[in-house]
């Protein structure tokens, strides 16, 4: 999943982002109002953690501009106020959930999943693909109750099919959801990474349908 942090104390801001990256989230940061709403407003992001006090630009327009122009991206808005009225000021701007500064990564991390959950089958915090299962919190795949390991990007690129299990991706799609922004991406990284999967998820299960797809001129999609 991809996610933007908008947070102009750059070490909130780069603690957020490696700890989130140490959970497998492809993370861009921007530390002013105006640089954050470019990023929110052009790229495809999964989650946007909005700092509600910000140069330039504060948290409050950013939210009402991005529903404005009817991009509906989940928004966590952050703040060092706990006042009900600013509370409420950034969930009527649009924001889908508010934390207060200081807080706990865990707490954040819990917020995050709450707001990124959108499995076509849910099981608790397991997405499930035909007899194929991965855990967003244990990092636990298994296919036909045998153990898969994956490195922590194949795992990403696993979770974003498996949320969209049955539709159609592009490499575009892949890109922008699995890597960084600024991540130095090659035309055929994709292919090398869905090649990998295959021989993991696919490959070893002789007896099972394989469950990821090329489909031609389109991307790619997983299911039975």
């Avoid at 994956?150 to 959801?177: G, P, V």
């Avoid at 993991?200 to 997983?222: A, E, Q, S």
Wanted: with cysteine; proline share 4%.
């Amino acid at each position: 999943m991809r996610i933007l942090i908008v947070e102009d104390e750059h070490r909130i801001a780069n603690a957020i982002k490696k700890g989130l990256e140490q959970e497998n989230y492809a993370t861009d940061v921007a530390y002013a109002g105006p640089d954050g709403f470019d990023l929110a407003s052009t790229e495809d992001y999964d989650l946007i953690i909005l700092d509600l006090l910000l140069p330039e630009m504060d948290g409050i327009t950013i939210c009402k501009e991005l529903r404005k122009n009817k991009i509906h991206t989940p928004i966590l808005m952050l703040t060092a106020k706990g006042q009900i009225q600013d509370k409420v000021a950034g969930l009527d701007a649009g924001a889908d959930d508010y934390l207060t500064k200081p807080f706990s990564f865990e707490e954040l991390l819990a917020r995050v999943r709450a707001l990124n959950r959108r499995p076509k089958i849910v099981l608790d915090d397991t997405l499930v693909v035909n007899d194929l299962q991965l855990n967003t919190k244990t990092y636990q795949i298994e296919r036909a109750k045998k153990a898969i390991q994956l490195s922590s990007k194949e795992f990403s690129l696993l979770e974003y099919l498996m949320r969209n299990a049955n539709k159609i991706l592009t490499k575009d799609q892949i890109i922008a959801h699995v890597w960084n922004y600024d991540a130095d991406i090659l035309p055929n990284t994709v292919e090398v990474y869905i090649r990998n999967l295959r021989n993991k998820v696919d490959v070893p299960f002789k007896n099972k349908k394989p469950l990821i797809h090329t489909v031609r001129g389109f991307g790619y999609k997983i299911g039975s």
